[in-house]
Each structure stands twice: as C-alpha cells, then as structure tokens.
C-alpha cells in the first residue's frame, strides 16, 4: 500500500523567510504533483514533476523530486502573506493494468506571519 | 470554460437518507475520480474510473456506489448515509494520452454533512 507523508502538518513562518516542505512516499512512481488549497476551497495545481531531478520553479515556490530516495521537497523563499495555504503532495502509481492513482499526502498548513 | 463541475455545492442529509453527487467535466478526460476529505488526513480516494463504463475501488469505497454512464459524468451514491460520512468531497478529472498523464483537476467541492 502507497503511502505518502509530508512533515511538517503545520508551519508557521515569519515573513521572509525560508523554508522547505518535506514529501516522502514509499513506493516506486515517476510522477509528483504538488497543490495548493484555500480554507474552503477546491485544489489548484501547483506543479507536476515527470522525471527524477526535476526540478521546477514559480515565484517564491520551487519543487523538486528525487524518484531514487522517494523524496519530493517544496521550498519557500522570502515567503509573504499570500502563501498561507495548505500545500498537499500526490503521488501517481499504476493500479490495475495501466490505470493511475492519485495518492495524496495529509497536507502541510502553511501559516505566514507579519 | 467550466473545467470540473459539483453538484450540489452543500448539502445536509439525516441518517438512512439516499443521494447521488453529480460531478461533469467538459474537458474530454478519460479519467475521473471521487475524494473525500477530512480534517487532518488528506484526500482519499473512494472510487475512480478509467473511462466511460468502467469504476474501480479506491482506498474507502465502502458505503458508495458510482456510475459512469457518460463520459463527462461521474456520480457519487451514498445508499444509506451515515454520521462518518460528513465530510467534504472532491471529484477530479485528468486526460490519458499514451504513456504520460497530466495532472488532475478539481471540482469546487461538496460539504455533506449526515445528522
């Protein structure tokens, strides 16, 4: 069974400062995606990794994935108050034949302070 | 361009009750899943389909039914809800083109809630 866990489950940063999202699966897969979700809203992709050492960047957000240690990180530079969103990881495995699933992390809720 | 359509957006049901959520996209994918949401645990899938005519069990597909009669839709049953159904649900659709897969999108959510 897939597992995907993201650390930590809360952040809370002062304004400009750094910070990295941490997202460990446990099983074999070469897709990640990384969304955003606002408190009631529905979820907006961020980023979709394909390829071991990916690595892609939008504005403050830079996501990167490592398919050999299972491990997909989101960084956050000079964060402002508009990243405060809960930031989710997924991750693509094949089900039957060839069909995919999308498995998702338990969220990090990102809070940025004044 | 409507992307991913729920229906309804709220809805509040006694225990034993029946409905069925609507979700329609208008993008053409083969792929379409249901998820639910919980406070502290993600989404977790409870059926998905791989294209019209076809349903697979997700991880918590007990108390659910689906059907993809159509290709731009895909239903959600619950048969007898239950207070441990209240919970937020999502349907997403994604495309399958060969070998690779896009991400998936959402709809805008449903917030059930089972007195």
């Known amino acids: 069974e897939l597992k995907v866990e993201q650390n930590p489950l809360f952040l809370s940063m002062q304004e400009g400062k750094n910070y990295t999202i941490y997202c460990n699966y446990s099983?074999?897969?070469?897709?990640l995606y990384w969304y955003r979700q606002d408190p009631g809203k529905s979820l907006e992709s961020l980023f979709v990794?394909?390829?071991?050492?990916a690595v892609k960047q939008e504005g403050r957000l830079m996501a990167s994935l490592d398919t050999k240690a299972r491990l997909s990180t989101l960084h956050i530079t000079a964060a402002v108050h508009d990243l405060s969103a809960t930031y989710f990881c997924?991750?693509?495995?094949?089900?039957?034949?060839?069909?995919?699933?999308?498995?998702f992390g338990s969220g990090t809720q990102l809070t940025v302070l004044p | 361009n409507a992307g991913v359509t729920q229906t309804p957006k709220f809805r509040v049901l006694k225990t034993g009750q029946s409905m069925t959520l609507l979700c329609a996209q208008d993008?053409?994918?083969?792929?379409m899943y249901w998820y639910r949401q919980d406070p502290g645990m993600g989404l977790r899938l409870i059926h998905y389909?791989?294209?019209?005519?076809?349903?697979a069990k997700g991880e918590v597909p007990d108390g659910y039914n689906v059907s993809r009669l159509k290709k731009q839709n895909f239903l959600l049953g619950l048969e007898s809800a239950a207070p441990s159904q209240t919970s937020v649900y999502f349907c997403?659709?994604?495309?399958?083109?060969?070998?690779?897969?896009?991400?998936?999108?959402f709809g805008q959510g449903t917030r059930l809630t089972v007195v």
């Open positions: 389909s791989v294209g019209e005519g076809t349903t």
């Open positions: 997403a659709s994604s495309a399958w083109t060969g070998s690779m897969n896009t991400e998936a999108f």
């Open positions: 990794l394909l390829s071991n050492g």
């Open positions: 993008m053409n994918h083969e792929y």
């Open positions: 997924a991750v693509a495995v094949i089900s039957s034949g060839s069909a995919r699933q999308l498995t």
């Open positions: 099983t074999t897969s070469d897709r």
